[in-house]
């Protein structure tokens, strides 16, 4: 079975710090995503990678940066935490192909206090 | 820029009834996937079916068929004998297949399925 896997389920940081979201799949996908999940706005693309070191805007890229080193692994990065970014964050992989299912994590509840 | 557009933010079914979900997209291209995800409450979203827009059969994967009208933009999920298991919130989302397009997974809003025994 394919694994998209998001290091925490729940995080809480305070505003002003910088913070980490890792993501890691175990298929060597070359496609991986995330989304900011927010209700009655659905997913929207923060940010996505195509390949090691490669990196695309989504909609939203503002306030995040992302790190793409290893193929298995994707990190979204918030620069300087502000309440508006409290949010449910998603993690995805697909191959390359454009019909190809793409595979979410459990997603990380992240409040920025 | 593609959209895509639920216009439902909540539905509900009763079990063993039929229910459909309402998706429309827009887009200036002619090749491309379109799909329906399922996010149940504990979030892992999952692939429910999908259809390419070059294919004129609608696409069907058990009890989950689509309505794939293309000229129309329209692309709605049947859920038929509705279980209670169905409930979740589901997705609609478009990928462009132009070549040398990004691969970027455009989706909409979500509509809210309750199932009621």
């Known amino acids: 079975d394919v694994k998209v896997t998001q290091s925490s389920r729940y995080l809480v940081k305070r505003t002003g710090e910088k913070v980490f979201l890792e993501c890691v799949q175990d298929?060597?996908?070359?496609?991986m995503f995330w989304y900011r999940q927010d209700p009655g706005l659905g997913l929207r693309l923060i940010y996505f990678?195509?390949?090691?070191?490669?990196?695309e805007k989504g909609d939203i890229p503002e306030g995040y940066s992302v790190s793409r080193e290893k193929k298995e692994r994707f990190s979204l990065i918030l620069e300087s935490a502000s309440t508006n970014q409290t949010s449910m964050y998603l993690c995805?992989?697909?191959?390359?192909?454009?019909?190809?299912?793409?595979?979410f994590g459990q997603g990380t509840r992240l409040t920025v206090v | 820029a593609q959209t895509v557009t639920q216009s439902q933010p909540e539905m509900s079914v009763q079990e063993a009834e039929t229910v459909t979900l309402s998706c429309t997209y827009d887009?200036?291209?002619?090749?491309?996937?379109l799909f329906w995800y399922k996010q149940p409450p504990s979030r892992q979203m999952i692939l429910v079916i999908r259809?390419?827009?070059?294919?004129?059969q609608n696409a069907t994967e058990n009890r989950f068929s689509v309505n794939f009208q293309k000229a129309a933009k329209s692309f709605s999920l049947k859920i038929s004998d509705s279980q209670l298991g169905d409930a979740a919130m589901y997705f609609c989302?478009?990928?462009?297949?132009?070549?040398?397009?990004?691969?970027?997974?455009?989706f909409g809003t979500g509509t809210l399925l309750a199932v009621q025994p």
């Open positions: 990678s195509y390949d090691v070191k490669m990196k």
């Open positions: 887009t200036s291209e002619s090749d491309y996937y």
């Open positions: 298929m060597d996908h070359e496609n």
């Open positions: 259809q390419e827009a070059y294919k004129q």
């Open positions: 989302a478009y990928r462009s297949a132009v070549r040398g397009a990004t691969n970027k997974l455009i």
């Open positions: 995805a992989s697909s191959l390359g192909g454009p019909g190809t299912e793409a595979f």
